[in-house]
């Protein structure tokens, strides 16, 4: 699931800085839509501080990742992402070679 972190990390800066986010799981459109609720609602609650999303994901839907890539572009501070293990892309994984044509 999503996660905000806050006083964990940065105890002495004040809340409204601390804007990280995590995404450690493949991407669907369950995860997709927490992670979009949470960027909107991060910048509706302070738009002048930049959020960062940390990910470590073995990639996922198409559809669902590109609706987090549009947040990202929506979204008034700038998202920064940090890749910690593995950031796979979205792709096609439930293709098999025989869905695919022949080229």
Not at 3 to 23: E, G
Not at 49 to 56: H, T, V
Not at 73 to 100: F, K, R, Y
Request: with cysteine.
């Amino acid at each position: 699931a999503c996660t905000v972190l806050r006083d964990t990390i940065f105890p002495n800066q004040p809340t409204s800085s601390r804007k990280i986010t995590f995404l450690g799981q493949g991407v669907d459109s369950e995860i997709s839509n927490q992670l979009v609720g949470l960027m909107v609602y991060l910048s509706m609650e302070d738009n002048t501080r930049d959020l960062y999303l940390f990910i470590n994901s073995p990639g996922g839907w198409v559809i669902p990742g590109i609706a987090i890539y549009d947040a990202m572009q929506i979204v008034p501070p700038d998202v920064h992402t940090i890749c910690m293990g593995l950031a796979a892309s979205m792709d096609l994984s439930s293709w098999s070679e025989e869905n695919l044509p022949n080229v």
